[in-house]
Nanobody, 127 residues
Framework: QVELVESGGGLVQAGGSLRLSCLAS????????VGWFRQAPGKEREFVAA????????SYADSVAGRCTISRDNAKSTVYLRINTLKPEDTAVYFC????????????????????RGQGTQVTVSS
């Protein structure tokens, strides 16, 4: 069983930065691949970034590539998402999700492929 709790959201001006945290319970967090997703009002859920359990593979959505960094600290059971140069269109609820992927893939851009998902943290970017 894994419980995910996000934090670090808030109100920030355009051009600013935020670092979101995803804290996981459970002693086997290092076995999980983790993704970050976001959902804005009236919009579909969107993949943001993913990191594999070994902290060796990363993937980013085109919308955040170049200004976003995903990282993890397995000793702290935490995955981080830092977004720089925030834009109003980054406004959304951000949530993390965890899954142990097998076979040919190590992540998915569909949040429903992750068994565990957090409740999310609100990020609001003002122009």
């Amino acid at each position: 069983q894994v419980e995910l709790v996000e934090s670090g959201g808030g109100l920030v001006q355009a051009g600013g930065s935020l670092r979101l945290s995803c804290l996981a319970s459970g002693r086997t967090f290092s076995s999980y691949d983790v993704g970050w997703f976001r959902q804005a009002p009236g919009k579909e859920r969107e993949f943001v970034a993913a990191i594999d359990r070994r902290d060796s593979s990363f993937s980013y959505a085109d919308s955040v590539a170049g200004r976003c960094t995903i990282s993890r600290d397995n000793a702290k059971s935490t995955v981080y998402l830092r977004i720089n140069t925030l834009k109003p269109e980054d406004t959304a609820v951000y949530f993390c999700a965890a899954q142990i992927f097998d076979g040919s893939r190590w992540y998915s851009r569909d949040s429903f492929d992750y068994f565990y998902r957090g409740q999310g943290t609100q990020v609001t970017v003002s122009s």
